[in-house]
């Protein structure tokens, strides 16, 4: 019977201490396994961006010199095969010209057994019927002379063009693996920059800014160009007209200024070995390499650089003070 005042026991109380009790003895979960990885923190973003920055660098370099590889392949490629047309047909008029030769002696009655010899197919056959008949004059075995030649040249046109054929399908091949890991690299770089807020979309139709620095002649021409691109956004194999990467940047800009630049970081670099100057003697103008060469701006005067940087940014001026990159040296075009 309840006691007058007191509560009514609900008869609950021993499954709730029971629940309670459960809960306590249930094993401690590690926070990985319950929760999402926590985000990094802005310094971590920051740290773990320039490491990627330094690396893509590296990828791009390796993506564009793949690129002129494929395309110097393919040049080479298409030269040979168009080669390997005209000899063709120069074959084959040679061979039209052996044959009407034949069949016009035979009617001439002058020769013998040219019925064989005109039904062969190949031209190595018609060419020892031809040895063996011994009834050419002089120039008619001039012509036989040049046929075979001519023959001789043909294989090793066909053998030079598949050589050259197989070489660009390597060079295709190996664009591709490069391409797939800058891809990875930006998609990777895009991600820490929109974390950070910090990814800049750039407009590829900016008419970018004007030139007031000290340069002059074919400097001057192509610091115009490089800061007439300012604001277009970066994009790794970039040449123009709507964005641009590092190397493409400054060979647009010198070609602007009537010198002609090799595509690459790398062979710019290598390009300009009669042409270093000294970091303590730049002048507006000069090439200016990072070390381990994986990228490259233009000095603009008065302690200004201008260059398209890295994944998530644009063309922009900047002091060559906060250009956050190791320096191995300067090429003056």
Not at 91 to 98: D, F, Q
Not at 99 to 120: C, I
Not at 146 to 158: M, Q, S, V
Not at 260 to 287: C, I, Y
Request: glycine share 10%.
């Amino acid at each position: 019977m309840a006691v007058a005042g007191m509560p009514k026991s609900s008869g609950r109380k021993p499954v709730a201490v029971g629940l309670v009790l459960a809960a306590l003895l249930l094993p401690i979960l590690p926070l990985g396994d319950a929760l999402a990885e926590p985000k990094p923190t802005i310094p971590q973003a920051r740290k773990k961006l320039a490491k990627l920055n330094e690396q893509a660098d590296k990828i791009v370099e390796k993506y564009n010199q793949a690129g002129e590889k494929w395309k110097k392949a393919r040049k080479k490629y298409k030269a040979l095969n168009d080669e390997l047309t005209r000899q063709n047909a120069k074959v084959a008029g040679l061979r039209e010209e052996l044959v009407t030769m034949a069949v016009s002696s035979y009617q001439l009655g002058g020769l013998t057994g040219w019925e064989s010899l005109v039904g062969q197919a190949h031209p190595d056959d018609l060419l020892s019927g031809l040895a063996a008949a011994d009834q050419l004059s002089a120039s008619r075995a001039q012509s036989v002379s040049a046929f075979d030649e001519a023959n001789k040249t043909l294989k090793a046109d066909r053998d030079r063009a598949k050589a050259a054929l197989a070489e660009a399908d390597r060079t295709r091949d190996e664009l591709a693996a490069e391409k797939a890991k800058a891809d990875k690299m930006v998609k990777a770089q895009t991600k820490l920059l929109r974390q950070l807020g910090a990814f800049k979309t750039g407009d590829p139709n900016s008419a970018g800014i004007a030139y007031t620095g000290p340069a002059s002649g074919n400097a001057r021409a192509a610091l115009e160009f490089a800061f007439a691109q300012v604001g277009k956004p970066y994009r790794y194999g970039g040449t123009g007209p709507d964005s641009w990467d590092c190397s493409g940047l400054t060979q647009a800009a010198w070609r602007a200024g009537g010198v002609t630049l090799p595509r690459t970081t790398w062979e710019q670099w290598s390009w300009g070995a009669s042409r270093r100057v000294s970091l303590d003697e730049l002048e507006p103008g000069d090439l200016i390499f990072s070390e381990g060469l994986g990228h490259l701006s233009m000095y603009a005067g008065d302690g200004k650089i201008v260059h398209a940087p890295q994944t998530g940014d644009v063309v922009k001026v900047v002091p060559l003070a906060a250009y956050g990159r190791r320096l191995v040296g300067a090429v003056r075009p």
